[in-house]
């Protein structure tokens, strides 16, 4: 049939493209597991990868994406760890008409700098935290200690923002200590003793709000640690549903999460596949979806289903 000729073609042209991913690093369960489903995503479509894994440092990422362009690579993927220095190294790409597709961060770039961003609504992540916390707490006071992302990325701006969206018509919820735990379990965990003790032992803290789940998992350490118990005494909601979390919520010891999906490179894939083919420009945001889970909605049964994911 014709669809079916058209498909393979697509995929003959498709194949033996080489990609450059410039990754930010290994903070996150979350992004173990994007780097896997990636890497398994271009194997599957005969794409060559370049890999190149920039320890949280931007200027990793800027070195990479130079020797891709170097390299004259057919695309580049970029999960950019902050949201500005983009402009000059996007530039050189454009102008080497090489397009770049941004991976589940944003960039305060303007947005002809890159064909396309696969990404969930980082600010809407925050309100589904805020209005679950909100709702859950109903009208009691609720002392809140905030530990944010990567300091200057786009998911800890906008999940910070989003979060206090959905709050700040409701006085009985107070932010009362917010800081950067870097998306990292360690320092999620460090960064909790030091809200615990400043806080009476943790007792006059109602609910931890964590922009990810593996800080989240190093903060429920922390609390244990402290003879509390996580998931009552103190309420736990984050972002990312990795099996870590769901594990914890089946326990008892945290109580939401937001999902965001690791396969951002399968929509940014078919971008390109669609680009290459005949010129297709895709919309300038593909948005994944965001979908909150509690502990009323099988823990163990989605953790189960998520293990072997890469993660
Ligand atoms: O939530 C976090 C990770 O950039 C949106 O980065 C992503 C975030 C994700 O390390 O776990």
């Not at 990567?150 to 969206?165: L, M, Q, V, Y």
């Not at 089946?250 to 083919?277: C, H, I, Q, R, S």
Request: aromatic share 6%.
């Amino acid at each position: 049939t014709v669809a079916a000729l058209a498909m393979t073609a697509t995929a003959a042209l498709a194949e033996g493209q080489t990609i450059g991913f410039s990754q930010i690093g290994s903070e996150s369960g979350w992004r173990a597991a994007e780097t896997t489903l990636t890497q398994t995503q271009a194997k599957e479509r005969g794409y060559q990868l370049q890999f190149s894994d920039a320890q949280q440092k931007q200027e990793n990422q800027i070195a990479a994406i130079r020797s891709f362009i170097a390299q004259g690579v057919d695309a580049i993927l970029l999960a950019p760890v902050v949201a500005t220095g983009w402009d000059s190294v996007l530039e050189e790409a454009k102008e080497a008409e090489i397009p770049v597709v941004l991976l589940d961060r944003q960039v305060d770039s303007s947005d002809d700098m890159y064909l396309t961003a696969v990404g969930s609504n980082l600010v809407h992540e925050g309100e589904v935290a805020g209005t679950w916390l909100a709702e859950t707490v109903a009208g009691k006071d609720c002392r809140i200690v905030e530990l944010q992302g990567t300091t200057g990325s786009s998911p800890a701006i906008d999940r910070k923002t989003g979060f206090e969206n959905a709050i700040k018509d409701h006085a009985n919820l107070q932010i009362v200590r917010s800081q950067t735990g870097d998306f990292t379990r360690a320092q999620g965990k460090e960064v909790m003793e030091s809200f615990l003790q400043a806080e009476n032992g943790g007792k006059d803290i109602c609910a931890l709000y964590a922009h990810n789940d593996d800080m989240a998992v190093g903060a429920i350490q922390a609390i244990k640690e402290a003879g509390l118990a996580p998931g009552k005494d103190i309420l736990v909601v984050s972002i990312d549903a990795v099996p870590d979390i769901f594990k914890a919520m089946a326990d008892g010891e945290a109580n939401a999460t937001v999902e965001l999906t690791p396969n951002m490179a399968g929509p940014a894939f078919d971008a390109l596949e669609a680009y290459w083919k005949d010129g297709t420009m895709p919309a300038k945001f593909i948005q994944t979806d965001s979908r909150l889970y509690t502990q009323a909605d099988d823990p163990a049964g989605e953790y189960e289903a998520r293990k072997d994911l890469g993660y």
